[in-house]
């Protein structure tokens, strides 16, 4: 069974930095596409940040609203993805979850967005004061 548990979420005033962990175990870890998604509020899932497997390239994508802010990485021998929030807004507020598709590639042809993820993790909230 796949399960996927984040940590690492909290209250941070704007301008503050926060590392986001996601461990993850029921799968080869390295075989497929894994992301970072969040919910603000009142408003849809968005991507973040995504990781396709090693065995097709290992690309990465970074959403525009965090591009230069954030980072994805993954450590395989640990099995966590993590994701590096620097510089912080108040538009950051979310509750943060990974995800992991069964795919390897998050990008055959596009991105797959949250409709391509097949597991998911309960969150951790983030909280950006100003």
């Known amino acids: 069974q796949v399960q996927l548990v984040e940590s690492g979420g909290g209250s941070v005033q704007a301008g503050g930095s926060l590392r986001l962990s996601c461990t993850v175990s029921?799968?080869?870890?390295?075989?497929?596409?894994v992301a970072w998604f969040r919910q603000a509020p009142g408003k849809e899932r968005e991507g973040v940040a995504a990781?396709?497997?090693?065995?097709?390239?290992?690309?990465?994508w970074i959403a525009a609203s965090v591009k230069g802010r954030f980072t994805i990485s993954q450590d395989n021998a640990k099995k966590t993805l993590n994701l590096q929030m620097n510089t912080l807004k108040p538009e950051d507020t979310a509750m943060y979850y990974c995800?992991?598709?069964?795919?390897?590639?998050?990008?055959?042809?596009?991105?797959?967005?949250?409709?391509?993820?097949?597991?998911w993790g309960q969150g951790t909230l983030v909280t950006v004061s100003s």
């Open positions: 995800a992991a598709s069964r795919w390897g590639s998050c990008f055959p042809g596009s991105w797959i967005g949250a409709k391509g993820m097949d597991a």
């Open positions: 029921g799968y080869t870890f390295t075989d497929n596409c």
């Open positions: 990781i396709s497997a090693s065995a097709v390239g290992g690309d990465t």
